[in-house]
């Protein structure tokens, strides 16, 4: 039987970066995040006995398997859990620039959980869903549910799962993506997080931090204060950002133009724009701001970096079934 499924990316506000079980896929910490609905994939997952080997395609290019080593190992964990024997043929077609920090893995495997799950007879529940697509990359986890989601860091395979804190947000927050640069990033989020895990000193009191961060922007979300939300995601991402500067060797995901729209962030803030700046594992820029803002950020944005390089996301769904 086939399956289609579709699963919106999210955009951290408290994020995730550090794995205590490389294999599990165990996060030190919990994280907090906002679906989009702009940015999505749609997978469909076949198996066939007929296969020698799970069979990828995506965006209508075939992926050898020597590329897809990520999924062919997803796929059978995926067997595993349901006894289907048969490898699959996999179509994923992505409505997100992939690798330029937009977390295209989160998605990814989202959409690849629900589809593959589905075709193999599993009917998993949303929180096993949850756990699931944290096995292929851990921001995929929070892909299952839209609006705003924990992922609850756990302390093994079972208790490691998102969950979501208000599906419809409903207090007009809302973020913008500046398309800074959409090439394939040079240091992997994997890589660089396990980077810092190794080497930063700073790495020790991270747990710490999100907890508090975490805290805060939960009576934030609870007062529907767009401004206290936006300043907390802001500090938590900066302090993520300060552990690869501080791995070693240092690295950054930073480029000339990361810096030039936080610059242009803050001074909007300083003429009285309620907007504050998240990114991730590459150089784009989301805008955090209230949805009643959205013409003069727009604007003042566009001067500078080209409507056309910016991407208008509200909270979007969680996974969603198509056949
Ligand atoms: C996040 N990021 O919370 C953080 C913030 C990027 C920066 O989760 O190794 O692709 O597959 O678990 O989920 C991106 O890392 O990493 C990510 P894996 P993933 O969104």
Not at 20 to 38: F, N
Not at 158 to 174: N, R
Not at 259 to 286: E, F, H, S, W
Request: hydrophobic share 40%; aromatic share 8%.
């Amino acid at each position: 039987m086939a399956s289609t499924a579709r699963a919106h990316t999210n955009i951290a506000l408290i994020k995730y970066w550090g794995k205590r079980d490389a294999d599990l896929i165990l996060p030190y910490t919990d994280s907090l995040s906002l679906t989009l609905d702009e940015f999505y994939t749609t997978t469909t997952v076949d198996f066939d006995s007929q296969l020698k080997h799970d069979h990828l395609m995506i965006d209508g290019q075939v992926i050898s398997p020597d590329k897809s080593a990520k999924v062919a190992h997803f796929m059978d964990l995926v067997r595993q859990m349901s006894g289907q024997k048969a490898f699959a043929q996999i179509k994923s077609v992505n409505h997100v620039p992939m690798s330029a920090g937009l977390a295209s893995s989160a998605s990814a495997f989202a959409a690849l959980a629900a589809a593959a799950s589905r075709a193999a007879g599993l009917n998993l529940t949303p929180t096993e869903l949850s756990r699931l697509a944290r096995r292929g990359s851990g921001s995929a986890t929070r892909s299952v549910f839209g609006g705003l989601v924990q992922w609850h860091r756990g302390i093994d395979d079972e208790s490691s799962y998102a969950e979501p804190i208000m599906e419809k947000v409903d207090f007009g927050l809302e973020m913008i993506a500046i398309m800074i640069n959409r090439q394939q990033k040079k240091v992997s989020s994997r890589g660089g997080m396990q980077a810092s895990v190794d080497t930063s000193p700073y790495f020790k009191i991270w747990p710490e931090v999100v907890e508090q961060d975490l805290k805060a922007i939960k009576i934030a979300i609870q007062e529907r204060n767009i401004s206290k939300i936006g300043e907390i995601a802001e500090a938590n991402a900066m302090r993520m950002h300060a552990l690869t500067l501080s791995a070693q060797p240092p690295f950054t995901y930073f480029e000339a133009s990361t810096i030039k729209a936080i610059n242009l962030i803050n001074q909007l803030r300083q003429t009285g724009l309620n907007c504050y700046y998240t990114m991730d594992a590459g150089p784009n820029v989301k805008v955090i701001y209230d949805q009643k803002d959205r013409p003069q950020i727009l604007a003042a944005l566009g001067q500078v970096f080209g409507q056309d390089n910016l991407v208008v996301a509200q909270p979007g769904p969680g996974i969603e079934y198509l056949e």
